[in-house]
């Protein structure tokens, strides 16, 4: 009787454990400057809105939090921000102004769920979805990060390095709650030379120049993810000048940067290397004189784009047949910053 029942057990443990690693695998994980946030409710996606439990997500994103159980709102507070929400409203109040929600709030198994991309944009984070690990990011800018770490934060912060004359001067480490936050060289009390900055959750967010206590010169920004975002001049904590956008495609951008955004001349790579476009960019996307290009580097069109629209003068080049203008580009929307590529049609 035991050894029949034993290949059932094995058969039933097996499937267990597998509905186990799978239901693991689809669970959706939040990060918020690189630190990951724990909830005792799992977050669930619903007609494309991702919905997560107010209160971790609230207190992580240093909102003071107060809940009216009789009117069923959930609100949100700080310095610069009023948010307030109500279950099974799609209408809320951000700074006493209303806005519509992708979708209500509501309660599932005692516990609230708000859309998590309204209120991480509310507070001026970034948010972004990974598809393939199931994974939401949501960070704040380089300088909110600095502001919010360093210079007008509310949290413990340490420094460990050397002094000259009772200031910060040399080789030195800052930690912000006993993490790790910035290690490299101060100048005058201020971070000055070669220096990393980490994300809350450890990982390494910028690697080069600072001049001032700000992110200046020459250096490297990284996702939470370890890819490499920028490798660019940096100016006022922001790319400005020359360099590379790394998009999580694999493709690349490599020119002229304002503000992190590309602007002016530049060139489009897709994810194998390929030379796409070149010419000028203006927010990410072909605008004024440029050239788009085969696989094999033949000229596919030249001219002058106006976001994408291959517009005025210009000539576009074919292989087998002379074709319209229209009919000779074939456009496709990429989601990557909005960014749109022509590819040759078949």
């Known amino acids: 009787m035991l050894k029949k029942l034993l ?3 094995l058969a039933a443990t097996l499937m267990f454990l597998a509905a186990g690693q799978a239901f693991a695998e689809n669970e959706i994980q939040v990060f918020i400057d690189g630190e990951k946030v724990n909830f005792e409710e799992r ?22 939090i107060s809940w009216n159980g009789e009117a069923q709102t959930v609100s949100g507070i700080n310095k610069r921000l009023w948010i307030s929400l109500k279950v099974g409203n799609t ?25 998590l991309r309204f209120v991480g944009e509310a ?34 912060l340490t ?26 060289q101060f100048k005058n009390g201020k971070m000055e030379g070669r220096g990393i900055l980490y994300f809350k959750g450890g990982q390494k967010l910028y690697d080069g120049e600072w001049a001032q206590g700000m992110i200046s010169g020459q250096g490297k920004l990284y996702k939470e993810t370890g890819a490499l975002w920028y490798e660019a001049s940096f ?31 530049g060139k489009y790579y897709n994810e194998f290397g390929k030379l796409v476009y070149e010419g ?54 990429s989601m990557d910053k909005g960014n749109y590529i022509l590819s040759r049609e078949s």
């Open 43 to 64: 977050p669930f996606i619903e007609n494309g809105t991702t919905m997560v439990p107010f209160r971790p997500i609230f207190e992580k994103l240093g909102l003071d």
């Open 159 to 184: 420094y460990e390095g050397d002094m000259k004359e009772g200031k910060k001067d040399g080789h030195g480490k800052y930690y912000l709650d006993s993490k790790l936050l910035y290690e490299g």
């Open 235 to 265: 100016e006022n904590n922001a790319p400005e000048g020359e360099g590379k956008f790394y998009y999580s495609s694999g493709s690349i951008y490599e020119g002229s940067l304002s503000n992190g955004s590309a602007e002016g001349k």
């Open 91 to 115: 209408s809320a109040v951000l700074n006493n102004q209303e806005t519509k929600l992708s979708l209500a709030p509501s309660i599932v198994n005692g516990s609230t769920f708000v859309p």
């Open 123 to 156: 507070t001026g984070k970034n948010v972004i979805w990974e598809d393939k690990t199931k994974s939401i990011y949501i960070h704040s800018s380089v300088e909110d990060y600095l502001l919010e770490s360093i210079y007008f934060t509310d949290k413990k």
């Open 280 to 333: 000028q960019f203006k927010d990410f996307r072909y605008n004024g004189l440029g050239k788009v290009y085969y696989a094999d580097g033949q000229v596919h069109s030249e001219g002058a784009f106006k976001i994408i629209n291959l517009m005025g003068k210009g000539r576009s080049i074919t292989r087998t047949e002379k074709l319209g203008l229209k009919e000779s580009l074939k456009t496709i929307c």
């Open 7 to 9: 290949p059932i057990l």
